[in-house]
């Protein structure tokens, strides 16, 4: 049999293979079919084909399109291993084994073949093969992250880094917040609300990094403006721990929240930056298989670096606010700026080539910005007039309406130009994207209760911290390589389910169930810590690999920062439900002025609202993914 003598156009290809990836097996199978109407034995789309019919359950046809390809192409490695996973379900053990054994053959860095011959070899009762597959398996999981590193990654893994070693003086503003700030656990939900602003709005910084070069740069320049932002605020926090002279121009809160603005936007300009760097630093002229599995690894090796700074800083976090003061601790966190000074200083950047601007991006955007800024001041104002009063009083929800319409309507023009099936699927999992990370949090009052009632003190918080950030590193390690292939609303599915599961020995600890059985409150949360870390950061994976396969040429650092901008604001949104939730339920700890006790300590409904919140989490996403993915999948 000859291959197809007529050449298949590459976006026909890039078409199919993104259908496929992104889980629209029905579209993928149509689409497949009608191509090789056109293009007969074309082994690509015969191999996607056989994908297609495989994920939805017709194993004995992928089995005739899988042999096809191989007739065409015997040294295909993947289709092998394919082809050895339907043997295998139909428990043919020992053509599985073959077919596995031919992918490493052939690749010997197959780390899912290892696997599976490690599970043959234990349902035919040969443990010490197993095991030595398995040994294999591990070994090829954990190198593939390192194998996929290259230099020109350096500049957006230090800012990458940098943001999680931002954690350093976590504990220790943690504790100073509790005991310096008289803010109820709605105001500071409320604070992190305005907080998250800024992260909505990062289509004006994308603009600016895509089209003004500042002295000639487009990105060197404005990771150091970013730098001094947070070099600002950490000095501001500095001033505060000290009590210095040259904070009181304001309230210590009006302050702290002004030091927090600063910080905020610097990183979320780093963040921009970075962001358009990894959808750069990848060659696009390979093949498109290529380019979007090293697109996802430039995702993954961003989330381990981010774990990576936690690692090193969480447990040390936990220790420096034990023995050191709070200035101490915020004067050391200064070093943070400096990491990713150094990353883009010592790695020759490539010189993007200016994109035109988009007035209506870039002005709007900035007007946007203002507006934010007038509404936000206008919260914590006294107004006579009834009307104001009433608008201010919710200018966090109008600001979130505004923010959704801009964000929505900037994201439409972009997606003009993209052919409609694409721009569907775009517009599903955008809805699924911001659904999952609206959901609500418990807030702070779950910390006060820990550190109040269980009497976890902030060594011991540290100790979690680390715990958390070294299995969090594991987790991306192990399941990188499954993550990147898998469809997004999948992941998410099983991603809600396992943390919600994770959740509730929480939940238990509250009402005293695991202290009935002998469990000490630590004990608990050490292994609910090391179960649900290494989950922390794989949602990210699929999302930000998705919006990068799908950023168009000259518009990368816009598209990236819009779809972080839509991505973000449902943070806003899930702040907003949080700060709902915590007004209804009410939990306080004691706050003492002057010696006299004006809050009382009351954490009698941080039970019910731990359920609730629960009950959310897992219900909503998981309707949605079904309604818009399963349902209405064809």
């Known amino acids: 049999m000859k291959k197809n003598t007529k050449a298949i156009p590459k976006n026909q290809i890039e078409s199919a293979i993104k259908l496929h990836q992104s889980g629209q097996l029905i579209q993928t199978e149509r689409l497949c079919r009608q191509l090789l109407r056109k293009y007969p034995n074309t082994p690509i789309i015969i191999s996607l084909l056989g994908a297609s019919l495989q994920a939805q359950g017709e194993s004995k046809k992928a089995l005739q399109c899988f042999n096809k390809v191989l007739r065409l192409e015997p040294n295909n490695a993947e289709v092998h291993y394919n082809r050895a996973v339907i043997l295998q379900s139909q428990h043919l053990s020992k053509d599985a084994l073959q077919g596995y054994e031919k992918a490493i053959e052939i690749n010997p860095e197959y780390a899912p073949a290892y696997l599976n011959i490690g599970m043959q070899y234990k349902i035919l009762d040969q443990p010490n093969k197993s095991i030595i597959n398995f040994k294999e398996a591990i070994k090829k999981s954990l190198l593939n992250p390192i194998k996929h590193f290259k230099l020109r990654y350096l500049p957006l893994l230090m800012i990458y880094f940098a943001y999680g070693a931002s954690g350093i003086s976590g504990v220790a503003e943690t504790f100073w917040v509790k005991e310096e700030l008289k803010l109820s656990a709605s105001a500071l939900v409320s604070l992190g609300v305005w907080l998250s602003i800024p992260w909505t709005i990062k289509m004006v910084f994308g603009q600016l990094v895509d089209s003004v070069p500042i002295l000639g740069s487009q990105r060197r320049v404005y990771v150091y403006i970013g730098a001094s932002l947070i070099a600002i605020g950490t000095i501001l926090l500095i001033g505060l721990a000290g009590d210095y002279e040259w904070v009181k121009f304001a309230s210590k809160e009006n302050v702290y929240i002004l030091s927090a603005l600063f910080s905020v936007i610097g990183f979320v300009l780093q963040d921009v930056v970075a962001d358009t760097m990894s959808t750069e630093v990848v060659n696009r002229n390979q093949p498109e ?122 994201l439409s023009i972009l997606l003009k130009d993209i052919e409609s099936k694409t721009k569907n699927f775009i517009i599903k999992t955008a809805i699924i994207i911001f659904v999952y990370r609206a959901m609500p949090s418990v807030g702070p009052g779950l910390q006060w209760w820990e550190i109040d009632v269980l009497h976890f003190d902030k060594a011991f918080f540290g100790t979690l911290s680390q715990i958390g950030a070294i299995l969090s590193i594991l987790g991306m390690w192990l399941f990188s390589d499954f993550i990147a292939k ?149």
């Open 289 to 410: 298989d290529i380019v979007q599995e090293e697109l996802a690894y430039v995702q993954i090796l961003g989330r381990l670096a981010i774990s990576l700074a936690g690692v090193l800083v969480a447990g040390l976090s936990g220790w420096l606010a034990q023995i050191y003061s709070y200035e101490t601790i915020f004067k050391i966190s200064l070093i943070i700026p400096l990491i990713s000074i150094i990353g883009v200083s010592i790695v020759k950047l490539d010189v993007a080539k200016p994109s035109p601007i988009n007035c209506k991006i870039l002005c709007g955007g900035m007007a946007f910005a203002v507006f934010v800024v007038l509404m936000g001041y206008g919260q914590y104002q006294k107004w006579d007039n009834n009307i104001l009063a009433f608008i201010f009083k919710y200018s966090q929800e109008i600001v979130f309406i505004v923010s959704f319409s801009v964000i929505v309507y900037m």
């Open 486 to 634: 898998k469809p997004v609303h999948f992941t998410l599915i099983w991603l809600t389910i396992i943390t919600t599961i994770l959740f509730l020995p929480i939940i238990g600890l509250y009402y005293n169930i695991p202290q009935s059985v002998g469990l000490s409150p630590k004990s608990v949360a050490i292994i609910d810590t090391a179960l649900e870390s290494p989950f922390a950061q794989l949602s990210m994976i699929p999302l930000l690999t998705l919006i990068a396969i799908y950023a168009p040429e000259g518009k990368r650092a816009t598209w990236f920062a819009l779809m972080a901008s839509l991505m973000n604001l449902a943070l806003t949104a899930g702040g907003l439900f949080t700060k709902y939730l915590n007004e209804i339920f009410v939990v306080s700890r004691k706050v003492v002025q002057n010696g006299v006790v004006i809050v009382p300590q009351d954490y009698s409904n941080l039970g019910i609202l731990m359920i609730i919140v629960t009950v959310l989490n897992v219900t909503i996403p998981i309707v949605t993914i079904y309604y818009l993915m399963v349902r209405n999948k064809g």
